[in-house]
């Protein structure tokens, strides 16, 4: 793909994702989960611990920016605005697709943020579409090293890739090459959608092959088939794209499927996303058996406006997080866990 | 029935069927059935093979052009214009009610549209009402003649007439003369609504006389009700109409429900119709185990732009068909009838 | 109650039931009822049969108009326009509470419509709390006498009485008179609600006593509990019946509950009514085990054009009557009480 | 906390409750709670008997007027009206926090209203987080003794709390303080929440420790969260609370679930409040296991209008309350328990 391409394309995902419009019409389901309130919390707030480790670092919340960003000058920006609110606030970074870092070396340094953000995991990002291509799997390697990365993400976005005029739908062996990351990789590898969501299925197959961190991005938030199809309004493909505005399986859905099946509960470590806006959602996203949350389209609008609104942003949702577990009267993440829900009782 | 009543009442059809009042305002119900995604393919999009064969002829996609028009000039060029785009597109055409070519032998050549779509399977039409009336047997295999067709509608549409002013009424022995014309008839015969849906009920006759192909026409598109209704504004048949606007089964209910009854679906060769507005609509139809889906409003809508236009909109349906496949992980029509469909995990 | 409290408050009553604010704005439940079509009537349109016989007379269908007017110069008007329309259209017709006729013998005559309708069941009405007034057991039978009646509507509406400034609200004895009027009444005794609705509870209580007849007037139409709300808008009763506007059980859930419990229907004859708006309601009605519908509101909107109108309007009922049972494939009525019903397949 | 800021605090709280945006937009569920309704009373309105005692005091309805109002110039005048209004209308009432009595002894007198009520049952108010401060039970008792109270609410509040920006968040050891009042008051300890619910998990922690009498206040009426995040606009709290807006366990979930527990059934007397609107509202209260009801916003919006116009509205309730019962033939209370409800029969 020629450079100035993936460019233009990089901007007009930073540009349209802001708009209302590009958001599923669904929610993430999580609306019909309903803590019920514990009255008697039996703690003090200032005790209220949310913090938690990824890959080794202690995290003030159990929370993730979501890949986003590119190769272009405005994503350089991102990355560093993304990067010291991160360290700031402490939670865990996801650096956009990093394919452009290896079609473009100059571009390398867009991801180099490690010195902006020394404590905190930074995770690399390629597609697993990239994977298969000529030299996918050492690509990958050079991601982690490029950003010195925790760990790395590769996101799996055949939906997206169909409605992309030059997208990339060679599919095949995408998981064996997963298989092999895993196995060569020296930091854990976590797969994830972008925005309509890994179901059980997906899962399973991703289990077999060893694979132990998924993270859902599932329908509810971002709509990816709402972006492609706004980008290529101008040829014919655009309303070929509207039907699957909404397509994908829902956060709840999928982590109370995958929940559901024991080889899966156990084996995965979960990150929920897909239309998270709130420590809110974080708190219900623990509750159904993730262990951290994600979100990126909030997180682009704070970022627009500088380091300090996103990281008080971030600390917002803490401390939502953080009323979460005393109006449920949990000390802990592990408590959330366990705190009982209520089953409506109609009549 | 006259000469210019029956052209009246086409070109009557033609315009009302345009307007969106005249659809139902209930769904078909597939809205209710989503697609669990596969986010691992395994397979490159150009491998993915949507062709199917219909009366030994091949189609590119699982789709059918549902009978519209009559004996009118419009109806004339609307032929020979879906018949063009359905021969570039490979889609099987089928013909609006005949009858006219009958009743005024000059109209035959409405219907003749070989020439033009050498290929595809052309689908001759007429009335289960008309096969009861003399010589209603004859009329309909001269109608397979005149089309030189590959097959023939038999449409059974109760409501519509009793809506009409002068509409056929007598349904006596419709079931034995549809029983007949399977048994004499060169091609086979397809028994289709016209927008209320077959239902289990009905399809049990059908099969019980030997009819092996069911066009379900189910509510959730067009409403013939709605159409008559309109029609009949000056007369007061008109209110006795609207009570019937949403009546019937819709495409989903009346599927499963045959499904469901394993004599039903082991005899039946299903075409889903009614409310199908996009490839993603073929591929849960497929999914809801019909081998062929039907549509008219939309098509009808793009002829009105000609041929390019409509075999523009053919080529985008049967894309959204194949984008349908490759993120459910499909590789043909046969593996679409197994994927798996998300269960909503409502607390 | 004065001479005029009783014209005007029946005057009031037929202005305001024609404000659609005066309609419940939950339905009677019937929308949930849908029928399987049938695309094979094996019949002919003309055959279908709606004719049934209401106490000895034949009926051209099994409807009643319900029981409206009173004692004003306008409900005079009404009920000869309602005669003469019964007669030519041969439905039932139900006479308004004739309690004035009791207390202003003046005003007999204002019920005397035998001459005008000779051939259809007229039904006379008293209210169940007139009943347990001095001499209320005569009254009823004098009613009877005045209207040359084939039978007696026993309204119950405790509500309308307890939201009413000088309503009756004595209630005991009520039921133990209606067994009296049962033995005494040459004719036989319906019993009513007014819009909220018979439950099961209550039909088991006139079961009981011997009635035989029951009229649910469920709730989803007119809204008695609006109208004298709105009516005593000028004092503080005003808010106070607010909260009863959708007060009630709707007809489908009172049909079905008592279709339930074989005591009930195997001694009952039904009288669907409260929101009946179509021949397709009055279709649902008997296949949810009703003998008979009924309807004040919409029969009231198209008398108050004259008889030739109410004409029009009943034929036309009659009509969309026998669409359902031709695309039901329904000979008669009791075809209709064992057509298929849609089961809606959700997933 | 300073004299000025709890002053200013109730003002903001008396002023915005008004706003119909402090609602929850959820229900409290009672709309799903239907009343089949009873056409044959077998009693006469007059008969109906609505009175009730709560700790040895008659009450002419079960009606609490819930907790409001604190020590401003504006709560002295209402705290007099709503007690003139209660002992008139034969209600109880319960006055708002009484922190600011203690912490501000000159404010003692905006509590002390037993001049104005004799007759009726006056409850103190105190919050659980005050209960665990130094000398937190004697300021309790004390609070009793300054209203000359017959029992005392304890609110429990940790949301509300939360969301203030100098909200009391040590909640360590109120249950305990709970337990000990309980043992140590001179009259009865009433539990209850401000508007989020106490839920079954809540409830059974009270039930060990003695409790017997709770105040649900759940989710679907006033809504603290809002009002707390209106109140902190200026400051960046605001959005933290917004999530929160519809927060908790409504009421008829919390009082079903309840009932369903034995244990918890058999040991409490339940007063059912959030978004009782009605008195059919306080009908359907008593049927789902309620003794009392209470509101809130309602009662100060009458009694912004004065004595009179409160003790209006307070009647209107009580003869809402009286035509529930009529109209399911209910003569008391008692009766109304067991008053059947209609379940929906969908198809
Ligand atoms: C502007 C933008 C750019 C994105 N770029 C990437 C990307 O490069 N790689 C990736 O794996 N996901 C990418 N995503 C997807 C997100 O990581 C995330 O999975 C998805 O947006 C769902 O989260 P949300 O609903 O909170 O936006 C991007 C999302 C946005 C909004
Ligand atoms: C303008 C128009 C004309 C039609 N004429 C016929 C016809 O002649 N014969 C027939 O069997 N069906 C006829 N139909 C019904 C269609 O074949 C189809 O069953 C129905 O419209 C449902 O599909 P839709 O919802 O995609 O429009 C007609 C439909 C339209 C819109
Ligand atoms: C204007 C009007 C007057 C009525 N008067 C009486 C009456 O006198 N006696 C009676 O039993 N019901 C009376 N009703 C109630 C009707 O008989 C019927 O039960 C009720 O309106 C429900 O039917 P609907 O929804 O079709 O209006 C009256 C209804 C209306 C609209
Ligand atoms: C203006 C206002 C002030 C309140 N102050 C108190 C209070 O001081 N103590 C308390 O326990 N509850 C307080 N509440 C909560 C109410 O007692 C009640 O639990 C809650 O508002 C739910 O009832 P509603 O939906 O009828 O308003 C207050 C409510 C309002 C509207």
């Known amino acids: 793909m020629s450079q100035s391409t993936i460019n233009d394309r990089k901007s007009e995902h930073l540009t349209l994702a802001g708009l209302p419009t590009m958001q599923m019409s669904v929610t993430n389901g999580l609306d019909s989960v309903q803590f019920e309130p514990c009255a008697l919390p039996e703690l003090n707030f200032s005790e209220i611990d949310t913090r938690c480790h990824l890959f080794g670092k202690?995290?003030?919340?159990?929370?993730?920016?979501?890949?986003?960003?590119?190769?272009?000058?405005?994503?350089?920006?991102?990355?560093?605005?993304?990067?010291?609110?991160?360290?700031?606030?402490?939670?865990?970074?996801?650096?956009?697709?990093?394919?452009?870092?290896?079609?473009?070396?100059?571009q390398c340094s867009t991801f180099?943020?490690?010195?902006?953000?020394?404590?905190?995991?930074?995770?690399?990002?390629?597609?697993?579409?990239?994977?298969?291509?000529?030299?996918?799997?050492?690509?990958?390697?050079?991601?982690?090293?490029?950003?010195?990365?925790?760990?790395?993400?590769?996101?799996?976005?055949?939906?997206?890739?169909?409605?992309?005029?030059?997208?990339?739908?060679?599919?095949?062996?995408?998981?064996?090459?997963?298989?092999?990351?895993?196995?060569?990789?020296?930091?854990?590898?976590?797969?994830?959608?972008?925005?309509?969501?890994?179901?059980?299925?997906?899962a399973r197959k991703l289990v077999n092959v060893g694979v132990q961190y998924l993270d859902i991005a599932g329908a509810g938030g971002t709509s990816w088939a709402a972006i492609e199809t706004e980008r290529s309004r101008t040829d014919n493909k655009a309303q070929t794209g509207e039907v699957f505005h909404n397509f994908g399986i829902n956060l709840r859905d999928s982590l109370r499927s995958i929940q559901q099946e024991e080889t899966l509960s156990e084996s995965l470590t979960l990150i929920a996303s897909g239309g998270i806006r709130s420590g809110l959602d974080i708190a219900k996203s623990i509750r159904l058996g993730a262990s951290f949350a994600s979100a990126a389209s909030p997180i682009l609008a704070a970022a627009n406006h500088g380091t300090e609104s996103l990281t008080e942003f971030l600390e917002q949702w803490r401390q939502q997080l953080r009323i979460s577990c005393f109006v449920t009267g949990c000390a802990s993440l592990r408590d959330l866990r366990y705190a009982p829900l209520i089953t409506p009782q109609h009549l």
Request: proline share 6%; charged share 15%; with cysteine.
């Open 58 to 106: 202690e995290l003030q919340q159990p929370l993730i920016i979501a890949s986003m960003s590119g190769g272009t000058r405005a994503s350089r920006q991102l990355n560093q605005t993304l990067a010291a609110a991160a360290e700031q606030a402490g939670v865990a970074l996801g650096l956009g697709s990093m394919r452009i870092a290896i079609e473009q070396p100059e």
């Open 112 to 202: 180099q943020v490690r010195s902006i953000a020394p404590s905190i995991p930074i995770l690399a990002n390629i597609g697993g579409a990239q994977l298969v291509q000529p030299e996918g799997l050492s690509h990958a390697l050079k991601c982690i090293d490029i950003a010195e990365a925790d760990g790395i993400f590769v996101h799996l976005n055949p939906l997206q890739e169909a409605l992309q005029s030059q997208g990339d739908t060679q599919w095949r062996g995408v998981l064996d090459a997963i298989a092999t990351l895993v196995t060569l990789a020296p930091v854990p590898v976590i797969v994830k959608e972008v925005g309509h969501g890994l179901g059980p299925s997906t």
